[in-house]
């Protein structure tokens, strides 16, 4: 009995929600740096990568494929639009 005696003492019990909400306060802000730092990461590996060509599925820099996706050899629109 006196082995859970602590367990109900309500120090005890204040002090082990204080400890949970420390910890879910932990565990949000790890989730969100994660979230953040994913997006972060997934955004410059796409802007590195660039933007994918819908013609002929190349990637070319974002400043780019505008004028490429016009000039793509496989732009059909394009090329029949040119003559
Ligand atoms: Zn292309």
Request: aromatic share 10%; proline share 2%; glycine share 10%.
């Amino acid at each position: 009995m006196s082995l859970f005696a602590p367990l109900l003492c309500d120090s005890f019990g204040k002090e082990e929600n204080e400890m949970d909400k420390k910890l879910k306060t932990t565990i949000a802000t790890v989730a969100a740096l994660v979230l953040v730092g994913g997006g972060i990461f997934f955004g410059v590996t796409s802007a590195k990568k660039g933007e994918k060509c819908r013609y002929c599925g190349k990637y070319w820099p974002h400043g780019e494929i505008m004028g490429h996706q016009i000039r793509c050899d496989k732009n059909k629109e394009s090329m029949s639009f040119r003559k």
